[in-house]
């Protein structure tokens, strides 16, 4: 049977190891639980909906100050 296969092999897995199994295992089957809750989405949203609502300043476009590119970097 399968769980038994499953279970020989979670036996071999290095205890340290364990909690990180545990965690995988739990978010699978929650993610299952969750997926037939899921809402269907019945309409498409239109683009743009959000147009005029935020301008992106002039600022942005500017380089960044060095000490900034350097942490991107790795230099800092």
């Given amino acids: 049977m399968l769980q038994d296969q499953l279970i020989e092999e979670i036996k071999r897995i ?3 190891k364990l ?3 545990y965690s ?3 978010y699978y089957r929650l993610g299952l639980a969750i997926e037939g809750q899921k809402p269907k ?3 498409k949203r239109p683009i743009g ?3 005029g609502t ?3 300043p002039p600022s942005f476009f500017e380089p960044l ?3 900034i590119l350097d942490m991107f ?3 800092k």
Avoid: I, R, Y
């Fill in 73 to 75: 970097e790795g230099e």
């Fill in 41 to 43: 989405l019945t309409a």
């Fill in 14 to 16: 290095p205890t340290d």
């Fill in 24 to 26: 995988l295992v739990h």
């Fill in 54 to 56: 935020f301008q992106v």
């Fill in 65 to 67: 100050p060095e000490e």
């Fill in 49 to 51: 909906l959000a147009k």
């Fill in 19 to 21: 909690a990180e199994l």
